[in-house]
T-cell receptor
Framework: KNQVEQSPQSLIILEGKNCTLQCNYTVSPFSNLRWYKQDTGRGPVSLTIMTFSENTKSNGRYTATLDADTKQSSLHITASQLSDSASYICVVTRGSQGNLIFGKGTKLSVKP | DGGITQSPKYLFRKEGQNVTLSCEQNLNHDAMYWYRQDPGQGLRLIYYSQIVNDFQKGDIAEGYSVSREKKESFPLTVTSAQKNPTAFYLC?????????????FGPGTRLLVL
């Protein structure tokens, strides 16, 4: 079954600390993997996109990694800010037809 | 929100009533999408359109209808046949609908049942 599992479900960290969010997938065939940030009550905004051959990609303080062999991805946030409080959604594209499989997201709260 | 607007922000539906959610984009994108988001669930695709006057059902199309008469507009109607319509509805667009492309999302419409 094509699934995207994210962990943890929620996370609370102090401002300035680093954190890592996990995404495991069983989607096949794999095309690409995206991380989106969704503020409460808003639409998701793309952070990174990685294909099979890419194993790391950065966007400012956000760094995504991909291990296509183990079918795992992580999103590392450095020096967290209050504005990082949001849900982070992992999305895997399946096959040439481009079906998107969405994870349920990790809700991150950054406290002062 | 990348040039995609959705209205209204909140919508209330009475039992048996059809309601229409608006989605407009000025990005000149060919492809547009409608998703439904429920608490604790991943986004699910309702309908998508890769070109004007053509659209395809997604994973959960029952109880919904769409039209694509103009490139920039992709309205979603939630019909009375949709028995559990309370959710957050997100519209998205991309250049041509190819799987490599990033989808850009609108701000969403929250639909509540009275």
């Amino acid at each position: 079954k094509n699934q995207v599992e994210q962990s943890p479900q929620s996370l609370i960290i102090l401002e300035g600390k680093n954190c890592t969010l996990q995404c495991n997938y069983t989607v096949s065939p794999f095309s690409n993997l995206r991380w989106y940030k969704q503020d409460t009550g808003r639409g998701p905004v793309s952070l990174t996109i990685m294909t099979f051959s890419e194993n790391t990609k950065s966007n400012g303080r956000y760094t995504a990694t991909l291990d296509a062999d183990t079918k795992q991805s992580s999103l590392h946030i450095t020096a967290s800010q209050l504005s990082d409080s949001a849900s982070y959604i992992c999305v895997v594209t399946r096959g040439s037809q481009g079906n998107l499989i969405f994870g349920k997201g990790t809700k991150l709260s950054v406290k002062p | 929100d990348g040039g995609i607007t959705q209205s209204p922000k909140y919508l209330f539906r009475k039992e048996g009533q059809n309601v229409t959610l608006s989605c407009e984009q000025n990005l000149n994108h060919d492809a547009m999408y409608w998703y439904r988001q429920d608490p604790g669930q991943g986004l699910r695709l309702i309908y998508y359109s890769q070109i004007v006057n053509d659209f395809q059902k997604g994973d959960i199309a029952e109880g919904y209808s769409v039209s694509r008469e103009k490139k920039e507009s992709f309205p979603l109607t939630v019909t009375s046949a949709q028995k559990n319509p309370t959710a957050f509805y997100l519209c998205a667009s991309s250049w041509s609908g190819r799987y490599q492309e990033t989808q850009y999302f609108g701000p969403g419409t929250r639909l509540l049942v009275l």
